[in-house]
């Protein structure tokens, strides 16, 4: 891609013994990567290769919130373990507390993928740390209001 003029080059044949190539303008969907783990959350997971169920504006616009809260999400994590003397399961349970007080800003699976992204964010890779974000999630949701308005 051309940096100034966000176009790229694309090859449309050959013409003679020679590739005839184009400059096209890119699209907003060729701009962005937006991980599997994350699309997979708008997918029946009975259907792993079905489309998501939301247009990729949405899916971009959700993305991009999410992955915005896991960055802001970095340091406080880290201040909370060194001020309150707390382990990496502590800090995950209240990140996790914390995200699902409002159900309309995050939903129960995002606010789960939000917590995973700050654990690579932060570099914990205790290989006990995805069942231990499942335990607590599951055992979150069992008190929450959220499960009662979605039952």
């Known amino acids: 891609m051309h940096k100034k003029t966000g176009m790229q080059l694309s090859f449309c044949g050959l013409e003679g013994n020679f590739f005839k190539a184009q400059w096209t303008p890119m699209s907003d969907s060729d701009q962005h990567f937006i991980p599997n783990s994350f699309t997979d959350l708008f997918k029946d997971p009975a259907r792993p290769y079905a489309k998501a169920s939301e ?5 971009l616009e959700r ?6 809260m ?4 970095y340091q406080p994590s880290l201040n909370m ?8 399961s502590d800090v995950i349970d209240r990140t996790l507390e914390g995200l699902l007080i409002i159900p309309e800003v995050v939903n129960p699976k995002e606010a789960k993928w939000i917590v995973q992204r700050l654990c690579e964010l932060l570099q914990w890779s205790d290989a006990d740390l995805a069942s231990l974000l499942d335990r607590q999630h599951a055992a979150f949701l069992a008190r929450s209001p959220w499960a009662e308005k979605n039952a």
């Open 63 to 68: 993305y991009d919130l999410c992955e915005d």
């Open 70 to 73: 896991a960055q802001m999400l």
């Open 55 to 59: 247009p990729f504006a949405v899916v």
């Open 81 to 88: 373990m060194g001020s309150l003397n707390i382990t990496e």
